[in-house]
């Protein structure tokens, strides 16, 4: 655990939504880059996945090198802490295994795999027993079940492209939404046994390639998805209403700031407070940008209401809001602290609470 740290600070400008870099964390990642940042549930510490095949821990809170874990023999897709262990951290990869490693001995302990010629997008944890595991794969939704690691079901006729997102819905553990490459969401019934014929409730066709999906709402009955032509659209999975169709969304978010035109997003981030919700543009030259989402009524994206510039040199491929730290965002006039892990110059950004 010799890898190098260093802090750097620098002050906010007053009465300003640009925020300047408060923190960052440099390491020795040479030319490799970062996938995403995850952080354990009391934020002990935050895991890194990487180019490298590795994933790595930081402690958030001073930069401090904790380990890393290797194994995976092909690119990281998603990582996760588990929601029962915050010793237990999950990862799947392009070489078709999921993987559970302890961070207390950064040893693997279990792993899964859907075979050599299989690559495994996404995963999540549900099921109305919470004892299923699913899978994102190659035209197929994989299912197991994580105590004793059989598979108890395939899906493969619903989609027929990569499957890059599986997510179990928050408040309603026994349904699972799949996103595909083929433009197609879907929304299945894992009770009993699973199968194409008798558990496909619904297919939201967004028209184009997906890549990121996220639940939101009261009772997380919206949809906000991301795909990957940087176009971004809402809908009511329930009944399957598109509410917002935002083909042109980096155009639109382009022309409500000064900075470069935005040419990516990252992630969205929604705040229960007033149902806001934020999209996080960026430019290839590091600089980011909150941008309100007015899904009701007639779509359309705001000014940002937070802008990070001065931590990043590249494109920013993950975003972790702080703000869980403490339970929602802050209240009136409260400024973004900004806190940003800068992993050398083309990594993750870790942007705190919005402004209000």
């Excluded at 929304?187 to 619904?202: A, V």
Aim: proline fraction near 3%; aromatic fraction near 10%.
């Amino acid at each position: 655990m010799d890898e190098a740290t260093e802090m750097e600070m620098e002050i906010e400008e007053p009465k300003s939504n640009k925020v300047g870099l408060k923190n960052s964390i440099q390491t020795n990642f040479g030319n490799d880059y970062v996938f995403q940042i995850v952080p354990t549930d009391d934020w002990s510490s935050m895991a890194v996945s990487l180019s490298t095949k590795a994933v790595k821990l930081y402690s958030p809170a001073t930069g401090q090198f904790q380990g890393e874990f290797r194994g995976h023999s092909d690119t990281i897709n998603q990582i996760s802490f588990s929601v029962s262990s915050q010793h237990l951290l999950h990862s799947c990869s392009s070489d078709g295994t999921i993987r559970a490693w302890d961070t207390r001995t950064f040893q693997q302990v279990s792993c899964i795999s859907a075979g050599s010629s299989q690559e495994i997008f996404s995963f999540s944890f549900g099921g109305s027993n919470d004892n299923l595991l699913a899978a994102g794969a190659k035209s197929q939704i994989l299912f197991w079940d994580w105590r004793n690691r059989k598979q108890v079901a395939c899906l493969e006729e619903s989609h027929i492209e990569d499957v890059t997102q599986v997510h179990f819905v928050p408040d309603n553990r026994n349904k699972l939404l799949s996103a595909s490459v083929d433009g197609l969401m879907c929304i299945f019934n894992t009770d009993g046994n699973i199968n194409d014929d008798d558990d496909l409730e619904s297919v939201i066709n967004v028209g184009t390639s997906i890549g990121k999906v996220g639940f939101f709402g009261e009772t997380y009955q919206k949809l906000w998805c991301l795909s990957h032509i940087e176009s971004l659209s809402i809908w009511d999975w329930k009944d399957a209403r598109n509410e917002a169709n935002l083909v042109e969304a980096r155009s639109l978010a382009s022309d409500s700031w000064t900075l470069d035109h935005v040419d990516y997003f990252v992630d969205c981030h929604y705040s229960g407070e007033g149902e806001s919700l934020w999209v996080i543009g960026g430019t290839n030259a590091g600089a980011l940008g909150y941008f309100p989402v007015n899904y009701r009524g007639v779509g359309s994206i705001g000014s940002p209401e937070a802008i990070l510039g001065g931590g990043h040199t590249g494109v920013v491929r993950s975003v972790l809001p702080m703000s869980s730290m403490k339970g929602d965002l802050p209240t009136a006039k409260a400024y973004l602290d900004g806190r940003v892990v800068r992993m050398v110059d083309y990594v993750a950004g870790c942007p705190t609470n919005l402004p209000r």
